[in-house]
């Protein structure tokens, strides 16, 4: 069994095309989540914020043992089942406050390292996790928006939603009703393996051949980041740009 220790890095950058980024992302050791937000005026950044900080501190709570390997797997995943939903009962509360802040919420995805060697993966929206591994990108999360649920039922083809006007109109999003069913997985990790979370602004600008070539071309996290931002700033995105790299090895 490999024991696995990581080395991560994330960062946000407004884009070239907004004036207020409504991305947020935080991390420690084993912990590692990022939110993109939506709603009227600075509601979205609130969001996105609020969503973040409370996926931390619920989890936190448990302190960092209890995400180790005396735990099995599926009492983690519902360990992230139960801090998603509490989440988005936090949010959808804050939303009601005020009339500013009606409607607003926030897509979610994160990685949660379990000891050895698992990590668990889960979001809500369309913010993204990849893996790359043996030279391979892979999505492992699943996009809760209108044309991904035509693309999976087989209503439009994959290149079709690329234009589609209904692209980034989600289907769930945590803080927008007082109930929220999240996708969530989770797989061993091996020594090299590579994943990304990232928000919309960045795998909408980016073909999957350009993330690809950026996470074989560097070891560093922290230039992966920076890298898939800039590229994605280059390619026009419309959007903020998040990404969080996260780089396993042997122990």
């Known amino acids: 069994m490999d024991y696995i220790t990581l080395q991560t890095y994330g960062c946000t950058d407004i884009g070239k095309n907004r004036s207020l980024n409504e991305d947020y992302l935080d991390m420690n050791d084993f912990l590692f989540v990022?939110?993109?937000?939506?709603g009227g005026h600075n509601a979205g950044e609130i969001a996105s914020k609020l969503?973040?900080?409370?996926?931390?501190?619920?989890?936190?709570?448990?302190?960092?043992s209890e995400c180790?390997?005396?735990?099995?797997?599926?009492?983690?995943q519902q360990r992230v089942h139960d801090a998603i939903n509490s989440t988005n009962n936090?949010?959808?509360?804050?939303s009601l406050?005020?009339?500013?802040?009606?409607?607003?919420?926030?897509t979610l995805v994160l990685a949660l390292f379990q000891k050895p060697n698992t990590i668990h993966i889960a979001n809500v929206g369309d913010s993204r996790a990849y893996l790359f591994r043996n030279d391979k990108l892979k999505l492992?999360?699943?996009?809760?928006?209108?044309?991904?649920?035509?693309?999976?039922?087989?209503?439009?083809?994959k290149v079709e939603a690329e234009t589609h006007p209904f692209r980034h109109q989600l289907t769930r999003s945590i803080g927008t009703s007082n109930r929220i069913?999240?996708?969530?997985?989770?797989?061993?990790?091996?020594?090299?393996?590579k994943i990304l979370l990232c928000s919309d602004g960045l795998w909408d600008a980016l073909k999957d051949e350009e993330i690809t070539e950026i996470l074989q071309r560097h070891t560093s996290p922290k230039k992966i980041c920076e890298d898939l931002i800039a590229k994605a700033n280059e390619r026009k995105s419309k959007?903020?740009?998040?990404?969080?790299?996260?780089?396993a090895s042997r122990k």
Do not use: C, W
Request: net charge negative.
């Open 34 to 38: 990022l939110a993109d937000g939506m």
């Open 51 to 64: 969503a973040v900080e409370s996926i931390m501190k619920f989890i936190k709570k448990s302190e960092k």
């Open 68 to 76: 180790g390997s005396k735990h099995d797997e599926l009492q983690i």
């Open 90 to 94: 936090t949010v959808f509360k804050k």
């Open 97 to 106: 406050q005020k009339i500013a802040y009606e409607g607003m919420g926030t």
């Open 140 to 157: 492992l999360t699943k996009d809760h928006s209108i044309t991904a649920t035509m693309v999976r039922n087989g209503v439009i083809t």
């Open 181 to 193: 069913e999240a996708f969530t997985n989770f797989f061993h990790v091996f020594p090299d393996d």
């Open 239 to 247: 959007d903020n740009i998040s990404s969080l790299v996260i780089i």
